[in-house]
């Protein structure tokens, strides 16, 4: 089969039946398209005639280039070869796989950043009103504040935010979240968020939603078309410089946070980790060094013997 065939082949069990995300397809998309220019310059356009020689020269290659590709880089384009070729391989498409060798990159595992909890609050209140006090005609800034109190409250990601319908809030104290996979869990939703999706509900989301086609996405835009993740990342970018917060802030950093918080609060481990909705508790487990480096900060500083 001519490999880009093939690709499209991929990409569309991927989508389709995996179940896997614009993001993640497209990026799989980006590293393919390179993999497969690569192999055309030495002459190959066909599944049949790709070899391990090949692979394992493609990858050394890349890991070459300069400047050097960052390791999480990598082990990605990595990846979305050896998926493409366990694929065809599985479907019969090819006679074996020639990516068996090939080993990834460890990506170097980076802390991550938390804001405080004062940092979070700042954050949140330039965002827009509180519900109570809130005036007429505050669409932005209570949808806004809607939107921030729900991506602390429930460590979700934006890509899992934006998607949500009004449906997903029907029990009220809990969202039924849709993670990568298509993997539903179900997340409590404290009270400072609830209040603040509240307003956004009955004060708010009725009149966007007569300014664009009927949709039952929970956040809409001004001109009521669904909210997108872009659009999300502004609103806490304008929020974080409405704060103060000279540090960068993402979406990703209200994850971490949440994650945090609820370690240095005392939450097991593998609580957060059905929270956050990761398969495997290993991925959690990032967040209990920052916990640590909490914990030994307090005490080096209270023990009267620790220095």
Same mark, same amino acid.
């Given at each position: 089969?001519?490999?880009?065939?093939?690709?499209?082949?991929?990409?569309?069990? +991927?989508?389709?039946?995996?179940?896997?995300?614009?993001?993640? $397809?497209?990026?799989?998309?980006?590293?393919?398209?390179?993999?497969? *220019?690569?192999?055309?310059?030495?002459?190959?356009? #066909?599944? #049949?005639?790709?070899? #391990?020689?090949?692979?394992?020269?493609? %990858?050394?290659?890349?890991?070459?280039?300069?400047?050097?590709?960052?390791?999480?880089? @990598?082990?990605?384009?990595?990846?979305?070869?050896?998926?493409?070729?366990?694929?065809?391989?599985?479907?019969? !498409?090819?006679?074996?796989?020639?990516?068996?060798?090939?080993?990834?990159?460890?990506?170097?595992?980076? /802390?991550?950043?938390?804001l405080t909890i004062d940092q979070v609050s700042q954050l949140i209140d330039a +965002?827009?009103?509180?519900?109570?006090?809130?005036?007429?005609?505050?669409?932005?800034?209570? &949808?806004?504040?809607? /939107?921030?109190? @729900?991506?602390?409250?429930?460590?979700?990601?934006?890509? *899992? !935010? =934006?998607?949500?319908?009004?449906? #997903?809030?029907?029990?009220?104290?809990? @969202? &039924?979240?849709?993670?990568?996979?298509?993997?539903?869990?179900?997340?409590?939703?404290?009270?400072?968020?609830?209040?603040? =999706?509240?307003?956004?509900?009955?004060?708010?989301?009725?009149?966007?939603?007569?300014?664009?086609?009927?949709?039952?996405?929970?956040?809409?835009?001004?001109?009521?078309?669904?909210?997108?993740?872009? +659009?999300?990342?502004?609103?806490?970018?304008?929020? %974080?410089?409405?704060?103060?917060?000279t540090a960068h802030v993402s979406p990703h950093t209200l994850r971490h946070s949440?994650?945090?918080? /609820? @370690?240095?609060?005392?939450?097991? =481990?593998?609580?957060?980790? *059905?929270?956050?909705?990761?398969?495997?508790?290993?991925?959690?487990? !990032?967040?209990?060094?920052?916990? =640590?480096?909490?914990?030994?900060? $307090?005490?080096?500083?209270?023990?009267?013997?620790? &220095?």
């Amino acid at each position: 089969m001519r490999l880009p065939r093939a690709v499209d082949a991929y990409l569309r069990h +991927s989508s389709l039946e995996r179940g896997l995300s614009e993001h993640t $397809v497209a990026a799989y998309r980006r590293d393919l398209a390179g993999y497969v *220019e690569w192999l055309a310059g030495h002459g190959v356009d #066909d599944t #049949d005639e790709v070899t #391990d020689a090949l692979v394992t020269e493609f %990858a050394a290659e890349r890991a070459s280039a300069q400047p050097p590709p960052a390791a999480s880089s @990598l082990a990605r384009l990595q990846s979305s070869v050896r998926g493409l070729h366990r694929f065809l391989a599985r479907e019969g !498409i090819s006679d074996d796989d020639p990516s068996g060798r090939l080993r990834p990159p460890k990506a170097a595992r980076r /802390l991550p950043k938390a804001l405080t909890i004062d940092q979070v609050s700042q954050l949140i209140d330039a +965002s827009g009103p509180a519900p109570e006090d809130a005036a007429p005609g505050e669409v932005a800034g209570i &949808r806004d504040r809607a /939107l921030l109190e @729900l991506l602390y409250a429930t460590g979700a990601r934006v890509s *899992e !935010i =934006v998607q949500l319908d009004v449906d #997903d809030l029907a029990h009220g104290d809990v @969202l &039924r979240v849709r993670g990568k996979g298509s993997k539903e869990r179900i997340v409590p939703v404290g009270s400072f968020a609830r209040r603040a =999706v509240e307003a956004y509900l009955t004060r708010v989301r009725p009149e966007l939603a007569r300014r664009g086609p009927a949709t039952p996405r929970l956040f809409l835009g001004m001109r009521g078309a669904p909210l997108s993740r872009q +659009s999300a990342w502004l609103v806490l970018q304008q929020a %974080a410089d409405r704060a103060g917060l000279t540090a960068h802030v993402s979406p990703h950093t209200l994850r971490h946070s949440f994650a945090t918080h /609820l @370690l240095q609060g005392g939450a097991d =481990v593998r609580v957060v980790q *059905e929270l956050l909705g990761h398969a495997s508790v290993s991925t959690t487990q !990032i967040y209990t060094h920052v916990s =640590v480096d909490a914990l030994r900060d $307090v005490y080096a500083t209270s023990h009267p013997r620790a &220095r």
